[in-house]
């Protein structure tokens, strides 16, 4: 079942990863710099500009929080890879990502992907480390409205043999500017919620319920 989004809101930024909102099930973006990380969060949401979206590199600097349905979270996350930050600044970034990612939550990662770059050196170092750390992982195709049908087959059928031996859950497309990959995703994000994001949930309320 589709995740149906029907309120959604600002919740905080976050620049201390040891201090993160109460636990909910989030779903966090992860990508390059400029791939469309918040642009994808404000297509799943139907906002135009809840998380801000630049056509500069390295709009997003903080852990962003977005309150959905009052139940879950949706995390959008400072991209990789943006060339006019120093090496302390990268490293900064890596400390407080991975950081970030291993604090122990209910949270599934959509990694964000390029359409027209495919897995980039950075990309495949990421989902390796999302893998090896056994965070749960699905990627998603951005920008899909730039390439042309045929091409668009011919790099996921190259994604999927590139990302044979990752244990990701699901490749997927989207494209803000065609909306194409919206409900796909949506669906994806339901059943997940559905299987893992209720867990704790329902066990306390059966708990309340002896
Ligand atoms: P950082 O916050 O810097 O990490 O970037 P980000 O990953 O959040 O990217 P953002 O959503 O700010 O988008 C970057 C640029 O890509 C903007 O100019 C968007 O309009 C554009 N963009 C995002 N998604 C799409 C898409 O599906 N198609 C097209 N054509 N452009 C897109
Ligand atoms: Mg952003």
Redesign the pocket.
Known sequence: MNLSIKTSDFLTSVQDPRRLPPAKPEIAFV??????????INLLLGRKAL??????????RLVNYFTVNEDIYFV?L??YG?ARTSQEMRRDWSKMIEEYLLTPRTRLVVQ?LDARHGVTRMDLQSIEWLCYNMVPVVIVL?????LSKAALGHTLLSLRRQLKPYSVLQILA????SRHGRDELLGYLGAWLKQYGRAGKASKEEQQGD
């Open positions: 990508g390059r710099s400029n791939v469309g990380k918040s642009s994808l998380a801000k979206v630049s056509g500069k590199p390295g709009k997003t959008d400072p991209g943006f964000l951005t920008k899909c409205d730039k989207s494209s803000t500017k």
